[in-house]
């Protein structure tokens, strides 16, 4: 998920880690394969909205394949996401219209299935 991708790359900032920055960084960019779930559930700092930017822009930029998987509307992430995501002649874009599996048959008036 998006947001456990984050929280890994903060927790390079503590030396105790074992892991530089810089080093997981660039594996992450440079990932054969990188899955980004949950794109739009992360906290949207500053600081998270770049790293996630500079990810996207550099693997768009290499044509490097990442899957980016979403509940949230395109309007809630940030444009110049967006169109790296949606670039036709790079990338597929995939709608599912599809009730949340988890809570199917959930009734939030009176709390019960």
């Not at 930017?53 to 980016?68: A, K």
């Not at 509940?71 to 709608?95: C, G, H, P, Q, W």
């Amino acid at each position: 998920m998006v947001p456990d991708l984050l929280d890994q790359l903060r927790a390079t900032f503590d030396p105790e880690t074992g892991v530089a920055y810089d080093e997981r960084f660039q594996q992450i960019r440079n990932a054969n394969l990188l899955v980004l779930d949950d794109l739009g559930t992360e906290n949207s700092t500053a600081w998270a909205s770049e790293k996630l930017f500079q990810i996207i822009n550099h693997r768009y930029n290499e044509q490097l394949p990442t899957v980016i998987t979403s509940n949230a509307k395109l309007d809630r992430i940030e444009d110049r996401i967006v169109s790296r995501m949606l670039d036709s002649r790079l990338s597929r874009y995939v709608f599912l219209d599809a009730e949340d599996y988890r809570v199917r048959g959930f009734s939030r008036s009176n709390g019960q299935r």
